[in-house]
């Protein structure tokens, strides 16, 4: 329990110390959401007035504790750009950001794990040669760049999709997924390098642990070491990995929404810093923080599942 406790109160510390520091960095960067809202030829007057109606002429600090005192309430604010509760747009968006993430770690795990595995047990082979190659090539493509090559190999070549075709969820679950995996590809193919390499590394160091030569001794073959002993401890290390590249995912799907045209909290993330939108930045940064939070929370708790002998404490 303390220690479920102390995890609570560290969420809500970092998140005030984000929510502060957006308010902060708005605060000193150039640039005045009255002047966007209005435009450059708008009178000072209007100007000033306008800012005294958005409560933009109060002081930073009693700007941010009303705004956290309406958060807590569920009221995010108003967005200046599109007239609307931000609270309704982030609803609308971080479904489809949540997806997007979901479907890119699970081809993480379906995809480098068995790969990792392989590359272990058949190590120096020829497939774990052409394995280690490709991990290498991949890792140093970033996922902008890999969105780019999807969408001309899959798009434009082979036709598999129709890049900027996106399909709304609220209207066809089925072409929704299929449009989604592609950006999910390219979000996930660096991490699923990573991780193989990782698990290749863990599994080939655990094989070397004096347990693995009992486990021999008793008669066991390598199939039946490898999964019922060493895959549990090796395992470990790529858990951590998993869960910051989960965190990682959360807010690297913005670059990755651009390219593939998916509408969701990334693209109106950068719309709304290029507008000085503050009520619509702070909630999604906010949300982006909590999410990421709340994932190493999940993975720590993880920990306890793959291996019992670590304690909460």
């Not at 486990?215 to 002993?229: E, K």
């Not at 509408?263 to 109106?268: E, N």
């Not at 939108?277 to 599942?305: E, G, R, S, T, W």
């Amino acid at each position: 329990m303390k220690y479920f406790a102390k995890k609570l109160a560290g969420l809500i510390a970092t998140l005030l110390v984000v929510s502060f520091l957006v308010f902060l960095a708005f605060a000193v960067i150039p640039g005045d959401p009255a002047t966007a809202m209005l435009g450059t030829e708008a009178t000072p007057a209007r100007v000033e007035a306008l800012r005294e109606e958005l409560g933009l002429n109060a002081p930073l600090i009693e700007r941010y504790a009303k705004w956290i005192a309406d958060f807590v309430r569920g009221d995010m604010g108003t967005s200046y750009s599109y007239h609307m509760a931000v609270t309704e747009m982030i609803a609308d968006k971080i479904p489809v950001t949540l997806a997007l993430t979901a479907i890119s770690f699970f081809l993480i795990v379906v995809i480098s794990i068995p790969l990792g595995i392989t590359c272990a047990r058949y190590m120096d082979g020829a497939l774990d040669h052409i394995i280690v190659v490709a991990n290498q090539v991949i890792m140093a493509v970033p996922p902008f760049f890999s969105g780019i090559l999807i969408t001309l190999v899959f798009g434009l070549v082979l036709h598999l999709f129709t890049p900027g075709g996106y399909v709304s969820y609220r209207t066809d679950w089925a072409r929704f997924l299929g449009y989604m995996f592609f950006p999910a590809l390219a979000i996930a193919l660096p991490k699923i390098a990573m991780s193989t390499k990782l698990l290749r590394t863990s599994v080939l160091s655990e094989m070397k642990a004096d347990y693995v030569r009992t486990a021999y001794s008793r008669g066991n073959g390598t199939r039946a070491v490898l999964y019922r002993h060493v895959l549990k401890n090796a395992l470990i290390p790529v858990v951590t990995f998993l869960g910051m590249a989960l965190s990682d995912m959360v807010a690297g799907s913005i670059i990755v929404e651009q390219v593939f045209n998916v509408p969701g909290l990334g693209r109106i993330l950068l719309t709304s810093i290029s507008n000085r939108d503050y009520p619509v930045v702070q909630a999604i940064i906010v949300c982006i923080a909590f999410l990421v939070i709340l994932i190493n929370f999940l993975v720590d708790l993880l920990y306890k599942l793959v291996d019992p002998r670590i304690t909460m404490e």
